[in-house]
């Protein structure tokens, strides 16, 4: 008994003198971005309806466009300093690999085989979406059952395309898939009755529907496929890049929960109503070191691009083209099911 008091004494005082884990350093792809002056962000080959579409001016909009902005401006300050490069759904994940881009905001789902086999990481996912069909009204059609020796139009290489074949090939459903290498070219042969459905990730359905000049002509169909959560993709190896990615999510989420808007953020930055919300403004210093990164990036985030709601507004929601209900996609206390980790 005494030689085991001893041993748990000893244990004790040794635990005791072991310092603190030492502090991350900045990972190599920061490093690399600080160094060229530029983050490297998807955008595009064509317009993907409230995630990267392009205006008459050639300026892109868009949610994923805005978590591009927001990584940017996290690391420089503004969003001055991001170059979009449009790259095809297939091209993507090449792209990051060779190291063209730093990372990939491209509505590009979490799946076992991307994260597994391709040497690929995802952040905590920014939006989520149940992959469905629509059908011409005139079809009379409820389910892709109802669809027997007919078409259906996706996108090739992405995992809509995937889900779809799978979805098909289980059910012994007699549908043809049609795949076109731009969702854009995939909308376009559905709307000139070359295909009788289209399918695509539900938000973009619903999108495409709304704005498609005569949605009572287009059903959308009751089958509703795998939940699919959209992340940041980026290089395996490099955590400090992937913290980076998350917790601009996260920061985001953190300012919503709070009421910390693009428009009050002044404001309660001047007299923070609580300690996490000086903790995510940079009063209370910490929140850029641990990252590599300086102690306002939160701020400067939310001051520019917006908390979750107002992206989500702006690109979906009440202040876009679209309208479409948060739904899923609002906080859990909105009645969604994101959350943002604690900041401590």
């Keep these: 008994m005494r030689n085991a008091l001893k041993l748990a004494l000893a244990l004790l005082s ?35 309806e409230g995630f990267a579409e392009v205006d008459a001016q050639g300026n892109w909009h868009g949610l994923d466009i805005d978590y591009c902005r927001a990584v940017a401006t996290a690391i420089f300050g503004s969003d001055d300093k991001l170059k979009l490069i449009p790259i095809s759904w297939a091209q993507r994940f090449p792209s990051l690999q060779s190291g063209e881009i730093d990372l990939v905001i491209k509505a590009s789902g ?14 905590m996912p920014y939006f989520i979406g149940v992959t469905t069909f629509m059908a011409h009204k005139d079809l009379a059609a409820k389910s892709l059952a109802d669809l027997a020796g007919g078409t259906v139009c996706v996108a090739g290489g992405t ?49 495409t529907r709304a704005t498609s000049g005569d949605p009572e002509s287009h059903d959308i169909l009751s089958d509703a496929l795998a939940l699919e959560g959209e992340a940041i993709v980026m290089r395996q190896g490099d955590d400090n890049w992937v913290d980076i990615a998350n917790w601009v999510i996260a920061a985001q989420r953190i300012a919503e929960e709070n009421g910390v808007t693009s428009k009050n953020i002044d404001e309660m930055k001047a007299n923070p109503p609580n300690t996490v919300v000086g903790k995510l403004l940079g009063v209370t210093p ?59």
């Design 14 to 48: 040794l635990s005791a003198a072991v310092p603190p884990a030492a502090m991350a350093a900045p990972g190599d792809t920061l490093k690399a971005v600080q160094a060229r002056g530029a983050l490297n962000c998807t955008s595009s080959d064509g317009n993907f």
């Design 110 to 123: 979490w799946l076992f085989s991307r994260d597994t086999e391709l040497g690929l990481q995802f952040s």
């Design 159 to 207: 995992s809509t395309e995937k889900l779809v074949s799978d979805y098909i090939k289980e059910k012994k459903y007699e549908v043809k898939v049609v795949t076109f290498e731009k969702n854009t070219e995939a909308t376009a042969a559905y709307f000139a009755n070359r295909c009788d459905a289209y399918a695509e990730w539900g938000p973009i359905v619903a999108a």
């Design 286 to 344: 910490g929140i850029g070191t641990r990252l590599g990164l300086k102690d306002d990036w939160a701020y400067n985030v939310i001051k520019k691009v917006g908390n979750s709601e107002e992206m989500y507004n702006r690109n979906f929601g009440t202040e876009s083209r679209y309208k479409l209900p948060r739904a899923l996609n609002s906080l859990w206390n909105k009645g969604g099911v994101f959350y943002a980790p604690v900041l401590d």
